[in-house]
Nanobody, 121 residues
Framework: QFVESGGGLVQAGGSLRLSCVAS????????MGWFRQAPGKEREFVGVINWSGGSTFYADSVKGRFTISRDNAKNTVALQMNSLKPEDTAVYYCGAHAGGSYYWTGSYKYWGQGIQVTVSS
């Protein structure tokens, strides 16, 4: 139900903007989260935005560099990534929060297929 786009290769210090487009009429009822998974590591929480877009929460590792926004009229949630670092290299996923801790992947459903982000040093 979700399709991510906007990934790619960027140099350290650069920016990328990821988009996650949802199909279905219930998008606006969910808080939407972004996670990432680097090779050999578990999927980790990046940030989340509430259903209205009025509240966001980020992992310490990206706070101040990443911004999540959403447009419910377009069924879209975006992740603006600035000042990228090589350690941000991962596959990024969006998911709909179904309840429970924002940090736990098990609290989310309807994951997208993921999009690769590679940051070169």
């Amino acid at each position: 139900q979700f399709v991510e786009s906007g990934g790619g290769l960027v140099q350290a210090g650069g920016s990328l903007r990821l988009s996650c487009v949802a199909s279905g009429r219930t998008f606006s009822s969910y808080a939407m989260g972004w996670f990432r998974q680097a090779p050999g590591k578990e999927r980790e929480f990046v940030g989340v935005i509430n259903w209205s877009g009025g509240s966001t929460f980020y992992a310490d590792s990206v706070k101040g560099r990443f911004t999540i926004s959403r447009d419910n009229a377009k069924n879209t949630v975006a992740l603006q990534m600035n000042s990228l670092k090589p350690e941000d290299t991962a596959v990024y996923y969006c998911g709909a929060h179904a309840g429970g801790s924002y940090y736990w992947t098990g609290s989310y459903k309807y994951w997208g297929q993921g999009i690769q982000v590679t940051v070169s040093s």
